[in-house]
């Protein structure tokens, strides 16, 4: 689906353009950005992948009529199932349809809705047995005045009296709104075949998943489009869109010379500029085919429709785009890239939306790409960049909704787009698209969850990539780094600070460092892997500039270097600063440098000890073995400290104090510093 930008975008149209109000009619009260959003929190159910279901669903034949005239319709799913346990009833979704009758295996069972857990359960009266195939035929009709949220209609109907060139109706199942028009069994986990015959008035088109087999006149003035899906697909990517449409096609040819008809179904005024941009589609799903492998479906299809809430939607070979964006290569190229990321291989849990949306935003990227090669690519993603410090980006990419978010947030489209982006430049073009072609491979017509990915990248690269995805995609955040450098005859000291909050990983990245010196310049690659890091490189010249990561392959901000000994790029010195502020109340910062000892980043002994004016040591506030670098500590006189009044625990008077820095050099000899400070209470 569209990202929220694109939402957003949509909403300004709509409210330029057109009136929502007119639009949407009593239909949909409240129209936002975010309407959709928020639907999806359902209960999980106990196990989240693999199936808790005791059946394996091997297809779905839908039967359905449209009157079109209203949103009311009738029809017949019938399903098979093999059983993986014993059973002596099931449990199916369904939300708002009245089940008229229910078969099993021809034989009518009784059931009883469960509306809150928006399920039915069947009751066979006997055990039916693991292996067992079931057929289970339900004919029933959509419940009229049933309470549907405004954004779960599941089916959508729209007169033409309010300014479409036609009757439209469609269906929108994305996550869980596929039981709101069909009983099924409705996780993205589960897939089966799908077969569609759809009823409607004569004049119509009813576009659907998969081959059109052919249509039928039944000679009382409706038809009937039959339409086959023979691949693996799940619930939520199942559709119907029927309308007057006109049907532009072309032909793509596959690498291996089969032949696949890309179609737009479009309203009569359209379709001269959809047919205009079909060649442009031929082109993406050849580059996405050379990319990802070859296009997986039987054909590639799209609809245009308005009103829609969405720029676009990846329905298994038919994805259902907004009239406005009908032509925008964004959309388009996002929602082709779906068939891949999405639909052939599908996010196994909510949780893994991700696997589905940051890999369709980054196929955008790599669309711009192949048109403008990487120029375009470093541009298009620094533009994806400029509004990433705002709201959900600071979350992890993966399980949006248990962090507060929504399943369609920025989180897993442009930071999850981002995030595939650092990915690849850590592992290099030829790691990350066979890692691509590798996943898509083993999970061709399944679905995946993160760590399933993960395994596979892991697998291509030879390495854990643990630490990427524990920080990238499970953790919150991005890097925040700020440099300082200083050069000495033949050596650069680089010290890279990395300054996002603490409550954020500290990033362990390989970094492209450049540093330029008049027209040429050097490259270094660092591996950088704590809060302070110095580097000691070799350079002949002094340096105009350094400039980290100049590629812009990692999703970061460059900030600047900590505020402390003035702008100036001398080489570090052993060097204690007066505190500040001074006198202080209650709290004060002490700032100190370390100079280089050995080995870059290989640090010394530092101790930073507070003590009263009677020589009793207050508090130590550093400790340990740190490397050269500037460093700030605060201190503050509300806490208790040990040692004083005659050993209890106790908070500081006012008066002067001391601290004092110790710095052991690594050959033994050690340097130290006093200052004073005042706290006036
Ligand atoms: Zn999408």
């Known amino acids: 689906m569209g990202n929220l930008l694109h939402r957003l975008l949509l909403h300004s149209l709509l409210i330029i353009g057109l009136c929502p109000s007119i639009l949407w009619g009593q239909r949909s009260p409240s129209f936002s950005s975010s309407e959709k959003d928020g639907h999806f929190i359902l209960p999980e159910r106990a196990s989240f992948y693999e199936g808790p279901q005791p059946f394996d669903m091997l297809s779905y034949k839908l039967d359905v009529s449209l009157v079109m005239v209203s949103d009311a319709f009738q029809g017949k799913c019938t399903m098979t199932m093999r059983l993986k346990s014993n059973v002596d009833s099931l449990v199916l979704d369904a939300v708002g349809l009245l089940l008229d009758t229910v078969r099993v295996d021809g034989v009518p069972k009784t059931t ?43 089916y959508y109907f729209f007169l033409d009296t309010l300014g479409m060139p036609a009757n439209l109706g469609y269906t929108f199942s994305e996550p869980s709104d596929a039981r709101f028009w069909f009983p099924c069994y409705d996780e993205p986990w589960e897939k ?31 038809t009937t489009w039959r339409w086959r899906e023979g691949h693996q697909i799940t619930t939520y990517l199942m559709c119907i869109t029927a309308s007057r449409f006109a049907v532009s096609s072309l032909p793509y040819v596959t690498a291996t010379g089969d032949t696949i008809p890309l179609q737009y179904f479009t309203w009569l005024p359209d379709s001269a500029a959809t047919a205009n941009f079909l060649p442009t589609v031929r082109q993406m799903v050849g580059q996405y085919a050379a990319l990802f492998g070859e296009y997986p479906f039987d054909k590639y299809g799209m609809t245009s429709i308005v009103p829609f809430v969405y720029l676009g939607m990846e329905h298994q070979t038919l994805t259902t785009m907004n009239r406005y964006s009908q032509t925008d290569q964004r959309v388009v190229s996002h929602e082709l890239a779906h068939q891949w990321w999405g639909d052939l291989v599908t996010c196994g849990t909510w949780r893994d939306v991700w696997l589905n949306e940051s890999f369709a935003t980054y196929s ?143 990033y362990k990245m390989p970094i492209k460092v450049r540093a330029y010196v008049g027209s040429s310049s050097t490259a270094f690659a660092l591996w950088d892997s704590v809060r302070t890091q110095v580097f000691r490189l070799p350079l002949a010249s002094m340096p105009d500039s350094i400039v980290l990561d100049p590629d812009g392959w990692i999703l ?41 000892q050995g080995r ?9 000890k507070v003590y009263d004016i009677l020589g009793r040591e207050v508090t130590t506030l550093v400790n340990e073995a740190k490397p050269a670098g500037e460093y700030a500590v605060s201190f503050d006189a509300r ?43």
């Open 556 to 596: 970061k901000q460059i900030v600047s270097p900590p505020s402390s000994v003035g702008e100036d790029e001398r080489p570090l010195a052993f060097q204690l600063f007066q505190n500040y502020p001074n006198p202080f109340n209650p709290t004060t910062t002490v700032r100190y440098s370390l100079p280089l």
């Open 112 to 154: 009883r809705p469960d509306s809150a857990a928006e399920s039915f359960i069947i009751y066979l009266n006997g055990t039916r047995n693991t292996g067992d195939t079931l057929r289970i035929a339900i004919s029933y009709r959509r419940a009229l005045g049933y309470p549907r949220p405004s954004s779960r209609q599941g």
């Open 192 to 222: 089966a075949t799908a077969e569609m015959n759809i009823t409607v008035p004569t004049g119509y088109v009813a576009a659907s998943n998969g081959k059109l087999l052919g249509t039928t006149n039944n000679g009382n003035g409706t």
């Open 639 to 681: 806490l208790p400290y040990g040692n004083l009044r005659g050993g209890q625990a106790s908070n500081v008077a006012s008066g002067l104090y001391f601290y004092r820095l110790t710095f052991t050099e690594s050959g033994g000899s050690t340097l130290s510093s006093v200052k004073a400070m005042l706290l006036l209470r």
């Open 364 to 506: 955008e990227a790599l669309w711009r790409e192949s048109l403008g090669g990487f120029p375009a690519l470093k541009s298009y993603m620094r533009d994806t960049l400029n509004g990433f410090q705002y709201g959900s980006w600071q979350g992890a990419v993966y399980d949006p909704v248990g962090q507060g978010f929504n399943l369609f947030d920025q989180v897993v489209y442009s930071k999850g787009g981002w995030v595939l982006h650092t990915l690849r430049g850590v592992l290099g073009d030829s790691v990350f698209f066979r890692s691509l072609n590798a996943y898509r491979q083993r999970y061709a017509s399944k679905s995946a969850i993160t760590n399933e990915l993960k395994a596979v990248v892991d697998s291509v690269a030879g390495l854990d990539m643990g630490w990427f995805f524990n920080q990238w995609i499970f953790g919150p955040g991005w890097p925040k780094y700020a440099s300082r450098y200083s050069w000495t005859p033949d050596t650069l000291t680089l010290t890279i600070y990395q300054q996002q909050s603490p409550s954020w990983p500290t």
């Open 600 to 608: 870059a980043g290989v640090g010394s002994f530092v101790t930073l």
